[in-house]
């Protein structure tokens, strides 16, 4: 006789109800907190209760249906949490634990992901699922794919406030010096300090740059370049902006500029702001139409080199990320600015897209 083991999904203890409040976006500038189930989790997926999350600017587009998700979807993408339900396949893990999964969710399998590029995973942009193509970390519980690839353990030494904004903005930003092949002792500019911009000034300090010229014109954000690791703020509302960038690198410009915002004026600037052969990173979501003006970019023969990068995401991005945390390398906590309870948090989007009271970041609690 032969005995078949089946291996059954391992739950946290029975909830009361089987339904959760989560933020559902249900067309432009609709959005409310609503009552929906619980997800279940299939074969190689988990679910965790989600404990601390953020609004990203990218879910700001979303509200404003400047970037388009189906209505009835859950928004949000910067998930901490603790394992809920672990489906068939998962190994590893235990119910309880603790742990932080990324923006960016690859699968590990596809061609995508085994050629390195975990980001486009499955195609463009595809590495970029919760809020976008499945249900998303603004609500009590999540589903989690691809699980074995993406929950990273949190170590008992770190809080929920110190690595909730790894998921996204830190590994975005940080993303830039790395993509950029950031040389020690390199200078580098870094156009717009909003939270990604803030975060790649980190990065190009955890990086080993040598100068790190921050452009910025609001007064709170300028002072938090300073703490994350700019040696000089520029005020582009009061100084020309690449004049003073070529005084500060003897006239020949930055070996790396950053763009952090996503603009024409700001692309062309840190184009204009880069010695010859030196490398533009851009992280900013552009729309409508960029275009490379001529003379900063040499005719095409200043040997620039242009890279792009998508948040990078797994488990093994994330744990990384934790251990700079860990060892004292990289304090994010100064930028969550304020806190709110998922059933406020309508209110907090308010203040997150107004930009009022100096908000950086919104912590958001289920
Ligand atoms: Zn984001
Ligand atoms: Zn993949």
């Known amino acids: 006789m032969t005995m078949i083991f089946q291996e059954t999904p391992r739950q946290e203890q029975k909830t009361a ?26 074969p190689g997926e988990a679910v965790i209760r989600v404990t601390l999350t953020t609004i990203c600017g990218t879910d700001l587009h979303i509200l404003r249906g400047e970037y388009a998700v189906k209505p009835g979807l859950i928004i949000g993408h910067e998930p901490v949490g603790i394992i809920h339900e672990l489906g068939v396949g998962v190994m590893g893990y235990k119910i309880g634990e603790r742990v932080l999964a990324g923006a960016i969710t690859p699968c590990g399998q596809c061609n995508y992901c085994l050629g390195g590029d975990w980001s486009q995973c499955g195609g463009a942009i595809g590495g970029w699922k919760f ?3 499945i249900n998303g970390a603004q609500a009590e519980y999540l ?8 929950l990273a353990k949190i170590p008992d030494d770190l809080c929920d406030e110190q690595v909730v904004l790894l998921a996204d903005i830190a590994s ?10 950031l040389q020690i002792g390199d200078t580098v500019a870094i156009f717009a300090q909003g939270p990604i911009g803030l975060c790649a000034t980190a990065g190009a300090r955890l990086k080993g740059a040598g100068l790190i ?9 300028a002072q938090m370049a300073k703490r994350m690791g700019a040696d000089y703020i520029l005020n582009f509302k009061e100084t020309d902006v690449i004049s003073e960038i070529k005084r500060l690198t003897d006239g ?15 692309f062309e600037s840190a184009l204009c702001a880069l010695r010859a052969g030196g490398t533009l990173s851009s992280l900013g979501v552009y729309a409508g139409k960029l275009s490379v003006p001529l003379e900063p970019f040499a005719a095409g023969l200043g040997d620039h080199k242009i890279v792009t990068t ?7 991005r994330m744990r990384r990320l934790m251990e700079l945390v860990r060892h004292g390398r990289l304090d994010l906590t100064p930028l ?16 997150f897209g107004e930009r009022r009271e100096g908000v950086i970041k919104v912590a958001i609690k289920p």
Not at 143 to 150: D, F, G, Y
Not at 310 to 316: A, D, M, Q, T, V
């Open 213 to 221: 010229i921050a452009v910025e014109s609001d007064a709170v954000r």
């Open 17 to 42: 109800t089987a339904t959760m409040r989560a933020l559902v976006f249900r067309g432009p500038h609709q959005i409310g907190i609503e009552r929906v189930r619980i997800p279940k989790a299939g």
């Open 336 to 351: 969550l600015t304020h806190t709110f309870s998922l059933d406020d948090i309508t209110e907090a989007y308010k203040l």
């Open 310 to 316: 998508l948040c990078p995401g797994g488990k093994e």
């Open 172 to 181: 975005t930003g940080i993303s830039a010096a790395e993509s950029a092949d």
């Open 252 to 266: 020949k410009g930055v070996d790396v500029a950053i763009e952090a915002l996503g603009t024409q004026g700001t």
């Open 131 to 133: 809020g976008n193509t």
């Open 143 to 150: 589903l989690v794919p691809n699980a074995q690839a993406n």
